[in-house]
């Protein structure tokens, strides 16, 4: 395959949410504190197999409403803060805009996750779930 | 948007590293012990503004590699451990195969930036990367 070349991918699921709009959404999970579902296209239901609540994990998601990538961006969207780089930002407005959350699965039920600490807007596209494993997702020197 | 659509990424830059195959791979970071280089596409450079050696980034990756999507899978490929689903895995061959690896950045120069604990073979797309921020990158309870 030749890394300059365009691809595509599909959602594998979707997020319900109480977030209807941008501007109703936190900035980052930990501030959402309430819950949203994760509902995988039922072909993905038996994908689930060992999950159980009280696991972390990793939710990738599309930013659907995102605005077209730019180069540099105001941390946290506050024009107060002096500018930095969109790869030292978490800003939605990036070239591929993928959200990366670590979430906690409340409750699985067939193709739904209930999880805390997703500030991802109703309607979301879901691109991947991962476990989270210590170790390899914390800093180490 | 209709989260059924299909939709298109198109990589920000390329791994160089010394794993020319599958086989040579490590199946996680912290086993590589050695460097890889992500070559970042020249536009991309001015995003890469505030990034400084000693920071944790995430780094996403598409699996180029990847086998079709499974069901299920063997944790770390090895056929004696009991099968379980895919999204309790991190094996590449998911239906959006996107790594996601944390690395420390060890130098930064232009376009490139010399990273520690990166698997990926040589030539491996990047989609993405991300600073990593503590606390909402970490469990809580």
Redesign the interface.
Known sequence: ?D??????????G?VRSAYGSRREAPK???EAGGQAVIELREQ?A??????EPGR???V?T?F?QADRPR??VHPRGDPSRP????????APS???P?G???V?LAAIAGNKLTVRGLEALD???V???????P???????
Chains 1, 2 share one sequence.
């Open positions: 395959m890394p300059q070349d365009a691809h595509t991918w599909e959602p594998i979707v980052q999970g930990p993905w038996p994908a689930l197999k060992g999950l972390y994990l990793w990738l599309y659907h180069q540099e500018l930095t780089g969109l790869f030292n930002s978490r990036r070239p591929n993928i990366l959350t670590l906690k309607g979301t596209p691109l991947d779930l991962k476990p989270y494993v170790g390899i997702d914390e800093p180490r020197d």
